[in-house]
């Protein structure tokens, strides 16, 4: 490698350690190595600004629209504790059906979002039965990235990689959704083998459920016939953007607008308050910083040094990327990861002799969404839970979720690489 590519490796590595490390805010030093990366004229021009995915950021700030307005109208806590009463109170039912619920809400919102509003629901359930909520916090946590797996929408690297490879969303629930499912119902049954012992209630305590009133958290019933109404839309929207020729980013971009104008008062202001910029603007630097890193010519060497590792076997390489990216994602953030694998897996395209690389596509999916469930900090939806039960004078400690994460994730990789093998390189379906 030349000089220049050493100093941006360098400069890279040292804002990757920087942002895992969480000691200084991943967006700052995102964004000041985008401007380090241009300075040096790693990037410069319009490249800097084509080096940003423009469809993942109008598709996670529509979603993000849609769902801050949809939030407010209580619907999914009143979904919450319907569930709730239709397990009778019964403990370990709620668990299961909750999980279920986060799942699915994740496939198709943001699981940080997701679990922002189910494990508060899921603590309040806990202490009146008076059980440890810690089951409930783990068990959502880990089912909104099982979740999130399965459709382009749920999770962001997921989103990243369908802009990436140009992916619809039909082809993920084709190809993600059933090991997804799979995992979802091995997760209800590893929970059940872990927790089913300490579910145990009188019926006082199950009655206890049955008094809760769910319409009381209703807040704005009109608003709730739009918001599901042009939230459906937007999903069908995603299911027949290849015919309508639509990108997904601006199908959710249509749906947001709509739902802004329907929804009174336009209190556009505070409605964008919602919106995680913070998150918005490390995605940019990020895509400049890979962006620099592609242009310079440092993935296409990776990329090479790879496959001649794996010896041009798409089917070692597959199998490599789940484990890679399942052990990455469970101790850094998988974003910057999957930002990094992006361009890598493209480079790598010409190393393979013009083979399909749909199979890695959903090898990194798989790896770094499920890998997120391996320890306490391996997804924000984790980091957020357990502070969620902070806040309620819950201590659950990096150990506490990793004991449980750590053992189902391997369970879920394992799973996954069979998957992979059987689907693409046995069947070749």
Not at 43 to 49: A, I, Q, T
Request: hydrophobic residues 60%; neutral net charge.
């Amino acid at each position: 490698m030349t000089w220049p590519m050493w100093i941006a490796v360098g400069i890279f590595v040292v804002l990757y350690i920087g942002i895992s490390l969480e000691k200084v805010n991943k967006t700052i030093l995102a964004l000041l190595g985008a401007g380090i990366f241009v300075l040096f004229h790693f990037l410069e021009g319009e490249k800097v600004f084509a080096a940003v995915d423009w469809n993942v950021i109008f598709l996670l700030v529509s979603m993000m629209v849609i769902v801050a307005i949809t939030k407010q109208t209580g619907i999914f806590q009143y979904v919450a504790i319907k569930l709730a009463k239709l397990s009778r109170g019964n403990p370990m039912t709620i668990m299961v059906l909750l999980s279920l619920a986060t799942a699915v809400f994740s496939a198709f919102l943001d699981n940080v979002t997701t679990v922002l509003i189910f494990v508060p629901v899921a603590i309040l359930i806990a202490q009146e039965l008076d059980i440890s909520p810690l089951p409930y916090v783990v068990a959502l946590a880990m089912a909104s990235n099982v979740g999130g797996t399965a459709t382009l929408i749920g999770d962001p690297p997921n989103i990243m990689i369908a802009s990436a490879a140009g992916l619809s969303f039909n082809s993920f629930l084709a190809h993600l959704a059933p090991v997804a499912l799979f995992l979802l119902i091995s997760l209800c049954g590893f929970l059940w083998l872990l927790f089913h012992k300490q579910m145990r209630v009188s019926n006082e305590k199950r009655a206890r459920i049955m008094n809760f009133d769910e319409t009381k958290v209703l807040t704005n019933p009109a608003l709730i016939i739009k918001s599901l109404s042009i939230l459906g839309m937007v999903i069908l929207g995603f299911f027949l953007h290849g015919v309508i020729d639509l990108e997904p980013s601006m199908i959710a971009l249509l749906g947001a607008a709509l739902l802004m104008l329907l929804a009174t008062p336009h209190e556009i202001e505070e409605l964008l308050h919602e919106v995680e910029w913070a998150t918005i603007l490390f995605f940019v630097g990020l895509f400049i910083l890979i962006g620099g890193l592609v242009e310079i010519g440092v993935m296409k060497i990776l990329a090479e040094r790879i496959v001649s590792l794996t010896r041009g076997s798409i089917n070692s390489t597959a199998i490599l990327l789940v484990w890679m990216s399942g052990i990455f994602s469970a101790v850094v953030d998988n974003i910057p990861y999957v930002a990094t694998m992006i361009p890598l897996i493209k480079e790598m395209g010409a190393s393979l002799g013009g083979q399909s690389l749909d199979p890695l596509w959903w090898s990194l999916a798989l790896g770094a969404c499920l890998g997120g469930n391996g320890t306490l900090v391996g997804a924000s939806a984790n980091v957020v839970s357990v502070g969620i039960a902070k806040k309620s004078g819950i201590a659950i400690s990096f150990w506490d979720f990793t004991k449980y994460g750590l053992l189902y994730t391997l369970l879920s990789l394992l799973v996954s690489s069979l998957y992979v093998y059987f689907r693409y390189f046995v069947l070749h379906l």
